[in-house]
């Protein structure tokens, strides 16, 4: 696509996840961050008073006033397809929050409108671009860790009763329940590393309300074997990619933002059952100290894959390169969540929940 070097850029939402989409925005050099649009008033009024940018209450107003390049789809993903093709018909190209939409038809839809209206849709993967996953994903590129014999990817969330929605809110809707809400990400980063899905199984099991608590994938992927698990029930509750290769292996704690290093000594067989412990010690006591020392100075802050993904973003559409996120990455990770869903027996038909700004 031909761009200009600089996009103004407008949110569509203004809801919690579009602050920190303001913030990494501003960052940005390539951007000009114009405004925003939210059909609730008080949404409006903060964000306007915290951004100091102009927000609108219609699409129509947005387009007109801010006349954005890009617009980040910051809506429930229930709203994502009917917006998305309305916004790429009216000429914009669109950054759309993860998942892409409920169903591969969906998805499709958008990318179809994409390519009708000559505009880009990708997606906010962004743990794909955290730190701790980068430097995983350097240490496979370069070939340290060899070839890549498997890949564990393990999502917790705490799910308690005082975390559970309202029946109004719009995670109230989501496929079988809240556990949604957090399948996106892992989906995303096994396949990152897995590439295509050659064959799936899946175990579940479910609470007395058909809600699912625990799901469990065993995935052939043309690169290796790798598996999922997605957990309501783990305390504490842990986010962790594992990757086994023929020279060593690395572990991702996306919580903790560490990554371990393991590998083979040639020792003898007494330093070798000491050794391994004292060397990830060694290597979780410097992550720790780095972490501490760029969260005080303010160099780490909440979700930094976003930061890192909007600036390979627009600096690779500045340059008239593709996106780091393709549409048909974001169309995959919609097919692998709906046929893991679906092996589950839930409908991807969303409920009644309200919709509103994420």
């Not at 107003?61 to 916004?87: C, G, I, K, M, N």
């Not at 409920?102 to 505009?119: L, N, P």
């Not at 869903?341 to 919709?355: L, N």
């Amino acid at each position: 696509m031909s761009s200009p070097t600089r996009f103004r850029v407008a949110l569509l939402g203004c809801g919690r996840i579009a602050h920190v989409h303001a913030g990494y925005l501003r960052q940005v050099p390539e951007v000009d961050f114009v405004g925003a649009c939210d059909l609730e008033a008080s949404l409006r009024e903060a964000f306007t008073a915290r951004w100091q940018v102009p927000t609108y209450a219609e699409i129509d107003e947005l387009l007109a006033a801010s006349q954005p390049d890009v617009v980040h789809l910051l809506t429930p993903p229930a709203t994502h397809p009917r917006l998305a093709v309305e916004l790429l018909q009216r000429g914009v190209h669109l950054m759309v929050e993860k998942p892409m939409a409920f169903s591969v038809a969906e998805a499709d839809a958008m990318v179809q409108a994409a390519q009708i209206a000559g505009r880009l849709i990708t997606v906010d993967h962004n743990r794909w671009f955290d730190p701790v996953v980068q430097r995983a994903r350097h240490l496979l590129e370069s070939g340290r860790l060899g070839s890549l014999v498997g890949v564990e990817v393990f999502a917790g969330a705490a799910v308690g009763e005082a975390d559970l929605p309202s029946a109004e809110h719009w995670k109230a809707s989501l496929p079988g329940g809240i556990l949604y809400d957090l399948a996106p990400h892992p989906v995303y980063l096994l396949l990152g590393f897995l590439g295509d899905v050659k064959d799936l199984q899946v175990v579940h099991r479910s609470d007395a309300n058909g809600h699912l608590e625990e799901v469990r994938a065993i995935i052939d992927g043309t690169r290796c074997l790798g598996s999922l698990t997605i957990s309501a029930n783990t305390r504490p509750f842990a986010n962790r990619i594992s990757l086994y290769g023929s020279n060593m292996s690395a572990e991702v704690n996306l919580n903790n933002m560490t990554l371990i290093v393991r590998q083979t000594r040639q020792v003898p067989k007494l330093v070798g059952k000491v050794l391994p412990n004292l060397d990830e010690a060694a290597q979780l006591l410097r992550a720790t100290l780095q972490n501490g020392a760029e969260f005080v100075t303010g160099r780490q802050r909440f979700f930094p894959g976003m930061g890192l993904h909007f600036r390979e973003l627009y600096r690779a559409l500045s340059e008239g390169r593709p996106a780091p996120v393709s549409a048909r990455d974001g169309r995959n990770a919609v097919w692998l969540l709906q046929e893991i869903w679906k092996r589950c027996g839930v409908s991807m038909v969303p409920g009644p929940g309200r919709v509103a700004s994420k």
